[in-house]
């Protein structure tokens, strides 16, 4: 079946660092990507998404690209900010149209 | 903007007790889910549905029951609710059954079961 690995964490980094979350995925098909982003006390919102090879989403200075051939769909951001803490999750939409999360990594960023 | 709402917040029950978790969504969704979250386990789907009065088992459907009765409206029930079943429960919905879509969350329910 489908599934998603994600980098363990917590990611600690200081302010104005770069970040990249890794994301690898296993699926039939063409699935579409997503990376959901979960602040303190809250849900999970939609930061950013991708349908098809090569698409690349981009949100609040946050960018992945989707690459087939290495079925992958890392995070990246430039330059982090305190307020970027949170717990970002790989997700993926198959066939099945039923989303498959991997299990979030942390961040922390200091100031 | 879409907006899902769940009923508590916070809530502390008994083992053994019955205890419902409501979920509404105010922009006319088909899709509802209910996950539960856990640390180092990430989002688990319990169960989902595409229509009223239809209802599909997630990955762990054990130990729960759910109710769709009106579009807008989607419960999760703990029949008897056990110490295991202690865990942050999220409600989503999405727009159309059977396209890739955003899900959009409510803010969970932290449900400690004493």
């Known amino acids: 079946g489908d599934s998603v690995t994600q980098m363990e964490g917590p990611v600690t980094l200081s302010e104005e660092a770069f970040l990249t979350i890794n994301c690898t995925y296993t699926a039939t098909g063409y699935p579409s990507l997503f990376w959901y982003v979960q602040y303190p006390g809250e849900g999970l919102q939609l930061l950013l998404k991708a349908t098809k090879a090569d698409d690349k989403g981009s949100n609040k200075g946050f960018e992945a690209t989707y690459r087939k051939e290495t079925t992958s769909f890392h995070l990246e951001k430039g330059s982090v900010q305190v307020s970027d803490s949170a717990v970002y999750f790989c997700?993926?939409?198959?066939?099945?149209?039923?989303?498959?999360f991997g299990r979030g990594t942390s961040l922390i960023v200091h100031p | 903007d879409v907006k899902v709402t769940q009923s508590s917040r916070y809530l502390v029950k008994r083992t053994g007790e019955k205890v419902f978790l409501e979920c509404v969504q105010d922009m006319d969704h088909e899709n509802m889910f209910w996950y539960r979250q856990d640390p180092g386990l990430g989002l688990r789907l319990i169960y989902f549905?595409?229509?009223?009065?239809?209802?599909e088992k997630g990955d762990i459907p054990e130990g729960y029951s759910v109710s769709r009765e009106k579009k807008e409206r989607f419960s999760l029930i703990l029949e008897s609710a056990s110490t295991n079943q202690t865990s942050m429960y999220l409600c989503?919905?999405?727009?159309?059954?059977?396209?890739?879509?955003?899900?959009?969350f409510g803010p969970g329910t932290r449900l400690t079961v004493l």
């Open positions: 997700a993926l939409e198959g066939g099945s149209y039923i989303p498959t």
């Open positions: 989503a919905s999405s727009l159309v059954q059977g396209m890739t879509d955003t899900q959009y």
């Open positions: 549905s595409y229509d009223v009065k239809m209802k």
